[in-house]
Structure formats: C-alpha cells, structure tokens
C-alpha cells in the first residue's frame, strides 16, 4: 500500500521510540504469533518490507486497531517532518525564488501587453512561520492523508508556501485590523488648532513688523543718498594690498598685480578686505574708480582705536578709523 | 450704561495709541530737523612722502596715522600745501597738485543723521586729472564726517610719493 510511494524519512525521536519499542512485540495479539513488530510497521509503512512478510504484516495490520493506529501515528509525524523540511528548503532559495519570478514577470510583460487585470503590482509571499506551518502540517495530517497535499515539483512548494503565507498574512491583517474604541481621541490629522494657532502667530508677527517698521528711523526726505556699505568700483585692477603692511611690499608701486588684467569695473565689497568691520569709519567710501591703476583701500585705526586706555572700550570714538586711498603711479611724474 | 463704559474705554486707548504715535513721529523726525548745509569748506593738505630721514614736517600738525602703516613705508613727510576750498553744494572746486595735476572736489550732499547722535554726513566726491587730459584717479566718492580726514596717496613725486588729505570743514 506504501509501495508507491518514496521512503521517508523519520524523526530520530520516531525511530528511537521504535527501536525502544522492539521489546514490545510481545505485547502484539497472541492470535498472531508472528506480529510484526515496531520496526517491520515502519519498514511496511516506508515499504521496504518484502514479501511475503508484507503481506503477513498487511493481514495483521487489517486485523490489529493498535497496528492501524501506530501506522497513522507515523503518517502524521511523517507529514510534519516532511512539511517542515519543504519549508525550510524553500526559505534557503527564496532569493533565487523571487528573481525567477521577477524574470518570469519580465517575460511575460515583453511576451504580451498589460491588461488592466494583470497591471497591479503582484505580491510574491513568503514562507509561512514555524508555527503556522506546523498548524497547517497538522491540518494536513488531520484528514489522514498528508502526501496527497504535499507537493512534489518546485514551482507546486512556491504554491504551497503561498498558501501557509496567506494564512499568515491573513491573521497578521487581522491582528493588525482596528477596532473600534467607544469614547477615542480624533484623528490625528486634525489640524484646526494648528491652523487657528499658526494664524494667531502670524497676526502677532504682521502687528510687530508694523510696530517695528513705525520704530525703525529710516532715512528722511531730505537726504538723496542713503549711507550704504563702503563699496569699491575698480577699474582694470582688482588685488588689494597693504604697502608698509605686514607681509606688503614696501613700495607703494610694488602692490600685487590684478588678479584678472583689463577686468572691467568689478565691484567689491570693501568691508569684506577692512580688518575690522565692527569699527565706526569716519569717512565711509561710497565709491571708488580706479581708472586704470591698480588700488586699496585701508581703515587705519586711529590713536584712541589702538592705545587710547582712558576712552571706554566699545565706545564710538575707542573704533574710530582713518579712510586712506592708496594707488599705484607707473608713469611717476 | 455699558455702551457708554465701552465707549470711555475706546476713547482711552485711542488717545494713548495717539499719544504714542506722536512721540514715535517726534523720535523719528528729530534727527531730521537740521538745517542741510548749502556750502562747506573742503581743507586739502599735501605732503610729499620720502625714506630720506627728515622725520615729518611740524608744520603738518597732528596727524598721528602717519606714523602707522600703510603711511608708515615713508619715514619723512614735509608740508607742501594746504588749500581750503569752499564749495557750494552740487558745485566742485579744482586745485593745482604739485606734480602739474588737478585735484578736484565736489560737495554733493548732506546725509541726515538716522538717530540723535549720529553725526551729519556729507558726500564728497575727489578726482585727479592728469596734464594731457587722462585721468588719474576717476572717482572717490566718501560719506565723511565733518573734520575727518581721509587721504588719497600714491601719485609718485621727487623720489617719494604724495599723499593728498581732505577734510570737510562745514
């Protein structure tokens, strides 16, 4: 009856339990003083019993319940192991699993055009977990009959593994499902008194940039140009360097050459070069040309600025600067 | 009677945010008063910068820059001229430098002060023509304050250089 099919392979615990059971022939019918025992049940149950034991032991397994009862005992430990190791077999190439099912989706996106049915994007589940396979294992062996629902082919264990993994993902959607709570907190994308709130603030902002805007003492009427940042126009000269400075040349003539030659008017920012520019300037360069020389700016600071103890530190007259135009002169006199 | 207490209340704080309005636009309009200078007085000094040991002029006064970089690449410094020059607003005045070139300098504005202590500024412009017609320093536009100097230096002269102060004397 097991000829068909293939041996099987038992637990150790299964096969110990027979081997221990050995003394436990005699405890088989005394009708039957040939009863097989535990390990010739296992033998006829793998189907490497010959004849004409077999068929001594298929009478006496016709006859004896206890006989029926040990050979479904191993039908269900055999469906779990088996199931167990298709389970794991396939959880070792599940990569190579998946990118044969991407290829096959490539194939079959080239071999023919989407069809509203087939466009979705296609889930590929993946083993179920120990314990819903041993679950579905044991639904299996429920019904007595295990090797019917065991599949043999590769692509059948991808379908069987499906199978476990929807079970599973249908639990964890129910688990994950919520329910409904009498007296909850609302959503959380309700924003009214965010919005309220952030439109409270922005009031607040608008009415003090208005206060500050009628506090801020910008320039009158009666002055044409506003006092802006010391900015430089030089004309075919744009390097800048301290003659007498430290690490300048001594000359006045010898000033570093322009960085880019017959440049055309660049503005910089004169600031950006001043040693300090926290100091109050008493002349503030609004703008210079150069014309064709090369030329600097310098803010030396002035006595009180440099060693003036006596006047307060910070004070307007402690950061006064002197303004100081220097240019080159190739051609002399 | 509760529109009455209301209306007393908005009296109130109508004429106290009037009442502070007023003192702002008086805060605002103050520094603003002055009366704009027409005219100024522009002072030029001269000096002729040279290494050859002579200390500076006392003649030039206390000018204490001098003594420090980048003035400081010179060690002599001798007095050669000190024009005053008054100019008329929007208006230039021209004088000869020593080396046959024009120095010229224009009063082109008075800067109000933003705040009470802030000082009036006033825009001045210089530039140096060349003998021939060329040009040697365009333009040099300052917002100086009164009695500042500020110097523009570097035409070369008789083994030295010069260096030109101006002063806006309102």
Known sequence: MNKGQPPMVHPPLARQAAHDSRASRDAMPSSFP???????????????????????????????????????????????????????????????????????????????????????????????????????????????????????????????????????????????????????????????????????????AAAALTIWGRLDTGP????????????????????????????????????????????????????????????????????????????????????????AHSLPHGSADAQRTTTVVWLTDDAGE | MKLSHRISQFAVCLALGLGAQGAIADDTRAPAQAPAASSVNIEVIVLHATNDGTGID???????????????????????????????????AKTKLPNDRELAVAFKDVIAPKKKDDPTRYVVSASIQKPGGNTFLPLLEVNAKAGEWFFVAGQTYKGGILVIGIKVLP
């Open chain 1, 34 to 204: 040939d009863a097989p025992s535990n390990l010739e049940l296992m033998q006829y149950f793998d189907g490497e019993l010959d004849e004409p034991r077999k068929s001594a032991v298929a009478a006496f397994v016709g006859a004896d319940l206890s006989a029926q009862n040990k050979l479904s005992g191993m039908r269900i430990t055999s469906a779990i192991v088996q199931h167990e190791a298709r389970a794991l077999h396939v959880a070792d190439d599940i990569a190579d699993l998946v990118f044969a099912q991407i290829a096959a989706e490539k194939a079959a996106e080239t071999s023919a055009p989407a069809s509203p049915t087939n466009a979705g994007a296609r889930v590929i589940p993946f083993p179920a977990s120990p314990v819903a396979k041993t679950a579905a294992g044991l639904q299996a062996a429920d019904a007595l009959s295990p090797r019917a629902d065991v599949p043999r082919a590769a692509g059948s264990q991808i379908a069987g593994s499906q199978i476990a993994g929807s079970q599973v993902a249908g639990s964890n959607a129910a688990g994950l499902q919520p329910s409904p709570v009498p007296g909850a907190r609302p959503a959380a994308n309700d924003n009214g008194r965010r919005i309220f709130g952030f439109a409270a603030l922005a009031v607040a």
């Open chain 1, 220 to 307: 009158s009427a009666t002055s044409l140009i506003t006092p802006t940042a010391p900015v430089a126009v030089l004309s075919a000269s744009g390097a800048s360097g301290a003659p007498g400075a430290p690490g300048a040349p001594g000359a006045p003539g010898a000033l570093p050459a322009p960085a880019v030659p017959g440049s055309i008017e660049p503005q910089i920012d004169v600031a950006a070069v001043t040693p300090d520019g926290d100091m109050e300037h008493g002349v503030e360069v609004a703008a210079v040309n150069f014309g064709a020389h090369m030329g600097s700016i310098f803010y030396v600071p002035s006595d009180s600025a440099l060693g």
């Open chain 2, 58 to 92: 006392p003649k030039i006064g206390k000018i204490t820059e001098l003594s420090k970089p980048p003035f400081s690449s010179y060690n002599s410094y001798k007095l050669l001229d000190r024009p005053k020059l008054p100019v008329e607003k929007g208006k230039q």
